[in-house]
């Protein structure tokens, strides 16, 4: 019996105890910025716009299936570019991005993308919410491998990437590859096996240089946030994600999920979303 179908059978029996475990792990936890939500949530005569934000290995379409049900809701939705070159550079081209935007903003950061979204944030007004999708919410002066260290977790995914140079990286930099052939194992375990190659196939890198990068201010120390753990992550630890949600005192919710909770449960993620925007 290999790894993979191991792997799926252990889900499918583990799969009665996660529902019923799912049922209890929804925390709600304090947030720092509770006041401030409390009197948007109050006020939310205008709807906000969902601004969501691809992590590494992945694009804007892996978000597809929440934005048809957030869009079903009537809210205004945006799916990023990610460039995945840089932590200040992608949130710099992000806080840009936002910049154009009007009226209050709900941003949605999944995996590397929650780093963009922590640091581009900050000095914005019109950003109301952080919603973190099985994602990194650093601290400043935190990188993103110092961060899978975090609550003693370990990842699986740092030992399976392929490396390919890119122009301009010269010798200290690379594009970093998901290896396909883990792909499904430890990236999008409960997704169909061949949906997950398709994805493989099509993922975009990351600059290899980006997971050593130093976060900048974190935005989650005055907006309010919220946290999506994904229990059964082999990307980010799960133990990671619990810390970080705690650190930035999310409204935090846990699902037996892959590292992509919005593609193999949208409905959970766009719950929590829309939970966060204060206008059901």
Not at 64 to 88: C, D, H
Not at 110 to 133: D, E, F, M, Q, R
Not at 215 to 239: H, R
Not at 249 to 254: F, G, K, P, S, W
Request: some cysteine; proline content about 5%.
């Amino acid at each position: 019996m290999n790894t993979q179908r191991f792997t799926e059978q252990n889900l499918r029996r583990l799969g009665l105890f996660c529902a019923l475990w799912t049922l209890l792990a929804v925390s709600a936890i304090p947030s720092n910025a509770a006041a401030a939500q409390d009197e948007w949530n109050r006020n939310c005569s205008v709807r906000p716009t969902i601004v969501l934000v691809h992590g590494a290995f992945a694009d804007a379409s892996s978000f597809a299936e929440v934005t048809k049900r957030l869009q079903k809701k009537g809210y205004t939705v945006l799916a990023f570019a990610n460039p995945l070159r840089s932590i200040s550079g992608d949130a710099e081209y992000l806080r840009y991005f936002l910049s154009t935007l009007t009226g209050p903003i709900v941003l949605v950061g999944h995996s590397y993308g929650g780093a963009i979204i922590t640091n581009a944030a900050t000095g914005n007004p019109n950003v109301k919410a952080l919603v973190y999708i099985a994602a990194y919410a650093l601290d400043e002066g935190e990188t993103i491998n110092e961060a899978n260290a975090l609550g003693g977790g370990h990842t699986d995914l740092s030992e399976h990437l392929i490396f390919r140079p890119f122009p301009g990286g010269g010798t200290t930099d690379a594009d970093a590859y998901a290896d396909p052939a883990f792909f499904h194992e430890l990236f999008a375990a409960d997704i169909r096996e061949k949906d997950a190659a398709v994805v493989a196939a099509g993922q975009r890198p990351v600059a290899a240089s980006a997971f050593a990068m130093p976060s900048g201010p974190a935005a989650w120390k005055t907006i309010p946030s919220w946290y999506l753990v994904a229990k059964d992550d082999k990307a980010i630890p799960p133990e990671a994600e619990r810390f970080m949600a705690r650190r930035a005192r999310a409204r935090t919710v846990e699902i037996c999920s892959s590292h992509v909770a919005m593609v193999s449960h949208p409905g959970a993620v766009t719950d929590l979303i829309v939970e966060a925007t204060g206008c059901r």
